[in-house]
């Protein structure tokens, strides 16, 4: 048959599929023939899908208008396609459309389907002479292939050898597992002449064809979804080329999911019904299920437990759960006949919501009659019962006596300060008139009287804000009372003792006016306080100045609030002000003393505590503990003997005539003597000799050197108290009389001084009395 003659030629190039990679840019050139016997104006424009439209990012197809002359050809006209840079690999189809309505209606349009073919990155860059491959059917992300379970998924895999000299190439899916596909190379029809045939890999002839068949076949347990499995293409001749593509694989979901209940034991007089669930996941999806049972009777006369209550299926995988049904309540068993059903049927629930059989298992457990001897047991039950309500009315006619069950204080020694807290128990209170509370003791107490007339009185039943009252009732029989407060704080020994008094007429058969006592004996003891074992200083004789070391022992330092430190003399004159050290719960404040004290078996002991003697005298020191807990008393304990305090030694730091210490002057008459002197010390007295008369302990005095000035002159220091010794300093003294010009006296011969003397004893007519003014060796 003649082909039909088409006016309009279209060459395209390039002519078949074209290949790129996301971001780039395509190009497809086209030139139309007019062989026509008439102009005609041509349109030149794209038909294509959604997926085509995502691909290139256009919203509308690009046009070409054409006017042609008959037999003009046109130039080339370019399309260009944008690859957008997220494109996924795959093969995307579209259509050129070459229509021409107004001139050539008969036989136009005409449609030229194409391919654009998006690389991974991962593949080489594609050269003239390289080879390449394709896919049949062709797949993208938005169309997939739609696998089958029941057969496999065939892929032609059609290889183009662009290149001059035989190669052989080899299929792969490098992301699959080697039983998720199968790869066939053709044996005939598909190699060149004279080739022998490889099984293992396709050989071509340089610019020829041929297909590769693969086959996917996923394993059972796969899961539903999309995958995108790589194919590589190896080429002998050239390994290091990349020749990549996707294939774009959906597995429809399963969710078929088999369950099966089975009974193990189904009819029950006292244990369990046992029964096992088999489930068997048939799909190819994950289930997780929650297993529960629901009633298929109005009531739900059971109790039931799955061992395990949840359970998770991979696809083509079972597993089983054992159910126990209890049949209750106890009284619905019945007596007689073929027993009780009890109806039942599983509820399975899926934590996904995905769908479940519409069917589920059903159950019946039978609940077998009660023994005829649990009829004795009913009448024996029966009879019981009349037995307890006759029981009841007797003792509603004849109650309980009341009982005083117990009587105590909260604790039987307790520490004065503290209060005397009671506490009972009493059965059958109700037929309580009253309580007469009474003690004996150290200090005198009054009656304490609870009217029980009108209930538990106000003073017992009722407590202070956020405090629990004292009696509180249990069983509607029992009075306990607790914590009763007596306001008996003082030390002594106390015998309290609690009478209850009978309702009249309440015991038929009882006396009136029956009373029930008990007593406790209560010792309130002398409240402890910190005690000072021992203090002591480190000797009795210190010299003002120095650190007077005190040491104590104090036992149960825990109650000390603070340690006093006071010294006095005999006529009462305080040494100083107190020194007070604070402790908080038995641990001292001072840093100081810390470093010095220490704790050993309740006992804080402090050993050379710094006193400064600042005062002479004879003091008596005495320490005082006071106690932390509220008591008035302290303990307090002196030094064994009083400590002496001595004034710090004096001295003489210098005596000078005329700025001289030498103990032998010659001094001229007519000239001044002038006298210097510094004494060091406290409570002393200084004189002057021979003028006997007191001077300051620093001073000087100016005499004028005549015959009557004395030949020896003495500084005299005297420890008022009289606890040091004296001490002295002089000086001999040689007159020379004044020189006369005229007549010449005679020299009066000098006295010669006596060197190195301790004392000169001379008369001297001042005061008509003797002294002697010792002169220190020098």
């Not at 599929?17 to 139309?32: A, N």
């Not at 003091?619 to 030094?639: L, R």
């Not at 001044?672 to 001077?695: C, F, H, M, R």
Request: aromatic share 10%.
């Amino acid at each position: 048959m003649q082909a039909k003659f088409n006016p309009l030629q279209v060459i395209l190039n390039p002519p078949g599929i074209q290949f790129g990679m996301p971001g780039d840019t395509i190009e497809l050139y086209v030139v139309v023939i007019n062989q026509g016997d008439q102009s005609a104006v041509i349109d030149l424009y794209f038909a294509f899908d959604e997926v085509f439209q995502n691909l290139t990012g256009w919203t509308s197809s690009p046009r070409e208008s054409l006017a042609l002359a008959p037999g003009q050809n046109s130039d080339e006209v370019k399309f260009e396609f944008q690859i957008t840079a997220n494109a996924l690999p795959g093969t995307y189809e579209y259509t050129l459309v070459v229509d021409s309505p107004l001139h050539y209606p008969q036989d136009t349009p005409i449609t030229f389907p194409n391919q654009i073919k998006v690389l991974l990155k991962e593949q080489t860059a594609i050269r003239v002479n390289d080879p390449t491959f394709s896919l049949k059917p062709n797949t993208n992300p938005n169309k997939p292939l739609i696998f089958n379970p029941s057969e496999s998924l065939q892929v032609e895999v059609i290889v183009d050898n662009r290149s001059y000299l035989v190669d052989r190439f080899r299929l792969n899916c490098p992301d699959l597992d080697d039983d998720w596909f199968t790869i066939n190379y053709p044996t005939t029809g598909f190699e060149g002449p004279g080739l022998v045939s490889d099984a293992t890999a396709l050989e071509l002839n340089p610019g020829t064809q041929g297909q590769i068949l693969l086959k996917f076949h996923p394993p059972g347990d796969t899961l539903a979804g999309s995958y995108s499995p790589t194919i590589r293409l190896y080429s002998e001749n050239s390994p290091d080329l990349v020749l990549l593509d996707l294939v774009y694989i959906q597995i429809p979901t399963n969710y078929r999911l088999d369950i099966e209940l089975n009974t193990i034991l189904g009819q029950v007089s006292r244990s369990f019904g046992k029964y096992e669930l088999s489930l068997a996941n048939q799909g190819n999806i994950v289930r997780e299920l929650i297993l529960s049972l629901k009633s298929r009777d109005e009531e739900e006369l059971y109790t039931y437990k799955f061992d395990p209550t949840e359970v998770r299926l991979l696809p083509n995988r079972n597993a089983v759960a054992n159910l126990t049904v209890k049949p209750k309540p106890w009284w619905r068993r019945p007596w007689f006949g073929a027993g009780l059903v009890v109806n039942f049927q599983l509820d399975i629930k899926d934590q996904q919501s995905l769908p479940l059989p519409n069917t589920l298992p059903q159950g019946t457990l039978v609940w077998k009659p009660r023994s005829w001897w649990q009829f004795l047991l009913l009448i024996l039950v029966v009879l019981g019962l009349l037995g307890g309500i006759g029981f009841i009315i007797w003792r509603i006619l004849s109650p309980d006596p009341l009982r005083l069950e117990s009587f105590s204080a909260n604790d039987s020694q307790i520490t004065e300060g503290d209060e005397v807290a009671l506490k009972w128990d009493i059965h059958n209170y109700q037929q309580l008139q009253k309580l007469v509370l009474t003690a004996k003791g150290s200090q005198p107490i009054q009656p304490i009287t609870y009217d029980f007339s009108n209930g538990i009185p106000e003073a017992l039943g009722k407590g202070n804000a956020n405090e629990i009252p004292p009696c509180q009732v249990q069983d509607k029989q029992e009075l306990i009372c607790s914590n009763v407060k007596t306001g008996v704080k003082t030390k002594g020994n106390y015998t309290f003792d609690l009478q209850a008094f009978y309702r009249n007429g309440i015991q038929l058969f009882s006396p009136k006016n029956q009373v029930a006592s008990q007593t406790t004996q209560v010792e309130i003891a002398e409240k402890q306080i910190a005690e000072v074992v021992s203090f002591q200083a480190d000797k009795p004789l210190y010299t003002k100045g120095q650190n007077i070391l005190l040491s104590w022992a104090i036992g149960r330092p825990l109650l000390l609030a603070q340690i006093q430190i006071a010294g006095s003399a005999d006529d009462g004159t305080l040494y100083s002000e107190p020194i007070i050290y604070k402790f908080n719960q038995g641990n001292i404040t001072d840093p100081k003393l810390q470093k010095l004290c220490t704790q050993q078996n309740q006992q804080l002991r402090c050993t050379n505590i710094p006193l400064a003697a600042y005062k002479a005298g004879k003091y008596a020191f005495e320490i005082k503990a006071f106690p932390n807990n509220g008591s008035q008393k302290t303990s307090f304990k002196k030094t064994e003997s009083k400590i002496e305090i001595l004034p710090k030694p004096f001295k003489i730091v210098s005596f000078t005539i005329n700025g001289s210490e030498q103990p032998n002057l010659v001094l001229k008459e007519g000239q001044s003597a002038t006298l210097s002197w510094k004494v060091e010390g406290e409570n002393i007295q200084v004189k002057l000799l021979p003028y006997g008369n007191d001077v300051p302990p620093v001073g000087s005095m100016k005499l004028p050197v005549n015959q009557a000035f004395p030949p020896q002159i003495g500084l005299l220091v005297n420890d008022i108290s009289g606890k040091q010794q004296p001490q002295q300093r002089g000086f001999a003294i040689t007159v020379l009389k004044k020189v006369e010009p005229t007549p010449t006296p005679t020299p009066t011969p000098t006295p010669t001084p006596i060197p190195g003397f301790n004392t000169i004893p001379r008369t001297l007519p001042r005061n008509n009395s003797p002294f002697k003014i010792p002169l220190p060796q020098r």
